[in-house]
T-cell receptor, first 112, second 113 residues
Framework: EDQVTQSPEALRLQEGESSSLNCSYT??????LFWYRQDPGKGPEFLFT???AGEEKEKERLKATLTKKESFLHITAPKPEDSATYLC?????????????FGKGTKLTVNP | NAGVTQTPKFQVLKTGQSMTLQCAQD?????MSWYRQDPGMGLRLIHY???????DQGEVPNGYNVSRSTTEDFPLRLLSAAPSQTSVYFC????????????FGPGTRLTVT
């Protein structure tokens, strides 16, 4: 069964304190791994898609990386506005499969 | 562009009542989908549509119906609400089925008593 596990469940950082969020997955035939940001009371906002091991994507203070078993979302010198829940999702299986398996998310709080 | 819009934002139903959650997008996206988000669980796909007139079931379709008569609209119908359907519902869209950048609506918080 395809599974996505995110850790930690919650993370508190001081402003400027860099850290990483983890997304580990067990799927058959990874077609893509996605990171989303979700603010309270809002829908998820797309951040990145990663397709193959070794791939990296960057956006402002965020950098996503992918290995064969996990993905990391690195946050460099975070600011309070980076506080949100970060969701990881994977799409796997044969072409045309619509199943996107989401993790439960990591709630990030950045204190000023 | 308004993006993906959903109405209502909040709804309370009694067990057995029916209702329709509305979803619309103005980005000319072919692919639209409905998810539910429950505490302690990841988002789960209910139904999806790859274009007007075409719909299919996702991971948790029971108790829900959908139709897609236009490119813009993708309503979700609860036929006979049950407490297990208490959840936050998100509509999402993307340009084509094979694209991965997906846009979510603001959500509808539904409580069934």
């Amino acid at each position: 069964e395809d599974q996505v596990t995110q850790s930690p469940e919650a993370l508190r950082l001081q402003e400027g304190e860099s850290s990483s969020l983890n997304c580990s997955y067990t799927v058959s035939g990874l077609r893509g791994l996605f990171w989303y940001r979700q603010d309270p009371g809002k829908g998820p906002e797309f951040l990145f898609t990663l397709y193959s091991a070794g791939e990296e994507k960057e956006k402002e203070r965020l950098k996503a990386t992918l290995t064969k078993k996990e993905s990391f979302l690195h946050i460099t010198a975070p600011k309070p506005e980076d506080s949100a829940t970060y969701l990881c999702a994977v799409q796997a299986g044969a072409g045309g499969s619509e199943k996107l398996v989401f993790g439960k998310g990591t709630k990030l709080t950045v204190n000023p | 562009n308004a993006g993906v819009t959903q109405t209502p934002k909040f709804q309370v139903l009694k067990t057995g009542q029916s209702m329709t959650l509305q979803c619309a997008q103005d980005m000319n996206h072919e692919y639209m989908s409905w998810y539910r988000q429950d505490p302690g669980m990841g988002l789960r796909l209910i139904h999806y549509s790859v274009g007007a007139g075409i719909t299919d079931q996702g991971e948790v379709p029971n108790g829900y119906n959908v139709s897609r008569s236009t490119t813009e609209d993708f309503p979700l119908r609860l036929l006979s609400a049950a407490p297990s359907q208490t959840s936050v519902y998100f509509c999402a869209s993307r340009f084509r089925r094979q694209d991965h950048e997906q846009y979510f609506g603001p959500g509808t918080r539904l409580t069934v008593t």
